[in-house]
């Protein structure tokens, strides 16, 4: 998740300072130091101080990387790990038990997708409903958002065999969009 690549993006950061400094220092480090400067480059979308487990800035750059990189699964996975924090943070539930935050998920993703709920009488369809609210006034067009993440993730996971699936440059562009769209997120 986003806390560990945070870590790990701290920790590669700063052994390559010392990679820099010892470069310096001994003449015979000096061809690695052109390397280093890429590494440094690579990480520059990275928090300095990567937050916690849910720290959107740190998703950002996982997804802006991810797709920088060709790694579509990856950028969509992140991309949509910032829209469960967005709706975890909206729906009260950052830091509960995972399962729970993936459970209310899937209620939003229902409301999103028009789906029937079991009980639509339920108090909890009345808080989905209000839950997706609460989401989509941080993150306008949450329901296409959904949608259309969870049918590109579909199709990837199966391999491009579905009808309508994307083709890479078309998900190159579908990228773009949606981290358009979360970087207007409303913090």
């Known amino acids: 998740r986003s806390k560990t690549i945070g870590s790990e993006a701290d920790s590669v950061r700063s052994n390559a300072k010392k990679a820099a400094q010892a470069c310096k220092e001994h003449p015979s480090f000096r061809p690695l130091a052109p390397i280093l400067a890429d590494l440094a480059g690579a990480l520059k979308g990275f928090p300095e101080t990567p937050g916690d487990s849910t720290d959107l800035a740190t998703q950002r750059a996982a997804i802006a990387w991810c797709a920088e990189h060709g790694l579509h ?69 949450l329901g296409t958002l959904l949608q259309h993440l969870t049918a590109a993730r579909n199709a990837l996971d199966h391999g491009g065999t579905l009808d309508q699936a994307p083709d890479a440059l078309t998900l190159d562009r579908l990228l773009s969009e949606w981290q358009v769209a979360l970087d207007q997120l409303v913090l």
Request: charged content about 25%; aromatic content about 6%.
């Open 73 to 141: 699964m990856q950028a969509l996975t992140f991309l949509r790990e910032a829209v469960v924090t967005v709706i975890a943070q909206d729906t009260g539930c950052q830091g509960i038990d995972r399962r729970e935050q993936d459970r209310r998920f899937g209620l939003v993703l229902q409301v999103a997708q028009r789906s029937p709920l079991q009980d639509p009488n339920a108090p909890e369809a009345h808080s989905a409903k209000s839950w997706f609210e609460k989401a989509s006034t941080r993150l306008p067009n």
